[in-house]
């Protein structure tokens, strides 16, 4: 059996489509077919049924991608780094994140991968967004803070996040001082990411709070803009401490202390494997787990 035909026929088992597998590998659709023809003859059995909106793999198709497992990728990914090391690196490298956090956090450890010779292409976007961007190949690298679930991505878990029930000082003393935290919450107007309230949601169900009856005053998928509100006496909401923790230093936030537990997220950088075969991806990757774990043990 080749490795290409095996390349392929990991594609689209983990895509479940020929076509999806053909553009993600850079060949025609017949190709695939062919790939996949041949490895069906030399097991004398089929790896797949057609159907209207796809491929369904066969039991013999599962027991050969569980056979297979990560060593195809992991040798893949192994000789991209072999050649980023021993040749000269360039090109494009798309990297999306979350917009505060690739403000904030990732746009200042950049520089390694610039003064290599990678040009980079930055996007921000929300979870849904950025998994859709990395399974159809608009980016190459993404930061995630929820951990990646889909089978088709690869992921390095980051440094992780302590988030912060914040408001100006004189709002978080007004509540904090409150006999009824709940209450002083839910009376206070309070702001946050979208109408869902992600972030809001987990610091108080970790202090076993009930979530506000009534809808935000503000919502903005950009926390740094919440921050400046806040700092303008707006309200209370919940931030990660990369982002409050300068604003408390300086007086312009402060904390409402939690009952309970000061809760964690923690950020992933998540890929497609098939993106690792491109030496200058494999290159930028390690490049940002390094300077990003290390900003993490810097901060602890």
């Given at each position: 059996?080749?490795?290409?035909?095996?390349?392929?026929?990991?594609?689209?088992?983990?895509?479940?489509?020929?076509?999806?597998?053909?553009?993600?590998?850079?060949?025609?659709?017949?190709?695939?077919?062919?790939?996949?023809?041949?490895?069906?003859?030399?097991?004398?059995?089929?790896?797949?049924?057609?159907?209207?909106?796809?491929?369904?793999?066969?039991?013999?198709?599962?027991?050969?991608?569980?056979?297979?497992?990560?060593?195809?990728?992991?040798?893949?990914?192994?000789?991209?780094?072999?050649?980023?090391?021993?040749?000269e690196?360039?090109?494009?490298?798309?990297?999306a994140?979350?917009?505060?956090?690739?403000?904030?956090?990732?746009a200042?450890?950049?520089?390694?991968?610039?003064?290599?010779?990678?040009?980079?292409r930055?996007?921000?976007?929300?979870?849904?967004?950025?998994?859709?961007?990395?399974?159809?190949?608009?980016?190459?690298?993404?930061?995630?803070?929820s951990?990646?679930d889909?089978?088709?991505?690869?992921?390095?878990?980051?440094?992780?996040?302590?988030?912060?029930?914040c408001?100006?000082?004189?709002?978080?003393?007004?509540?904090?001082?409150?006999?009824?935290?709940?209450?002083?919450?839910?009376?206070?107007?309070h702001?946050?990411?979208?109408?869902?309230?992600?972030?809001?949601?987990?610091?108080?169900?970790?202090?076993?709070?009930?979530?506000?009856?009534?809808?935000?005053?503000?919502?903005?998928p950009?926390?740094?803009?919440?921050?400046?509100?806040?700092?303008?006496?707006?309200?209370?909401?919940v931030?990660?401490?990369?982002?409050?923790?300068?604003?408390?230093?300086?007086?312009?936030?402060?904390?409402?202390?939690?009952p309970?537990?000061?809760?964690?997220?923690?950020?992933?950088?998540?890929?497609?494997?098939?993106?690792?075969?491109?030496?200058?991806?494999?290159?930028?990757?390690?490049?940002?787990?390094?300077?990003?774990?290390?900003?993490?043990a810097?901060?602890?």
């Open positions: 059996m080749q490795l290409q035909q095996l390349r392929t026929f990991v594609e689209v088992y983990r895509r479940r489509s020929i076509s999806e597998a053909a553009r993600v590998l850079g060949l025609t659709q017949p190709a695939v077919s062919q790939h996949v023809a041949s490895l069906e003859s030399q097991l004398g059995r089929p790896l797949f049924e057609r159907h209207a909106r796809g491929v369904r793999p066969t039991t013999i198709a599962d027991d050969l991608a569980a056979s297979l497992g990560n060593s195809l990728d992991s040798a893949e990914a192994a000789l991209a780094s072999m050649r980023a090391r021993s040749s690196i360039g090109g494009v490298v798309h990297i994140g979350p917009s505060d956090y690739m403000a904030e956090s990732v200042p450890r950049l520089d390694p991968l610039l003064k290599a010779g990678l040009e980079l930055l996007h921000v976007g929300g979870r849904d967004l950025l998994f859709d961007m990395l399974l159809n190949g608009r980016t190459d690298l993404a930061f995630i803070v951990r990646p889909d089978p088709r991505l690869t992921f390095q878990p980051l440094g992780t996040e302590k988030l912060h029930a408001a100006s000082p004189a709002v978080a003393k007004a509540i904090a001082d409150s006999a009824d935290l709940a209450a002083a919450l839910a009376d206070t107007p702001l946050a990411y979208d109408l869902e309230r992600p972030v809001v949601r987990t610091w108080l169900q970790a202090n076993r709070l009930p979530l506000p009856p009534t809808m935000p005053v503000v919502t903005a950009d926390l740094r803009v919440l921050r400046m509100m806040l700092c303008n006496g707006t309200g209370w909401t931030l990660p401490d990369y982002l409050c923790a300068a604003s408390v230093a300086r007086g312009g936030l402060a904390i409402i202390p939690p309970v537990a000061t809760p964690e997220n923690r950020f992933h950088l998540a890929w497609t494997p098939s993106a690792l075969r491109q030496p200058r991806v494999a290159f930028a990757r390690t490049l940002l787990i390094e300077a990003l774990n290390g900003a993490s810097e901060s602890r």
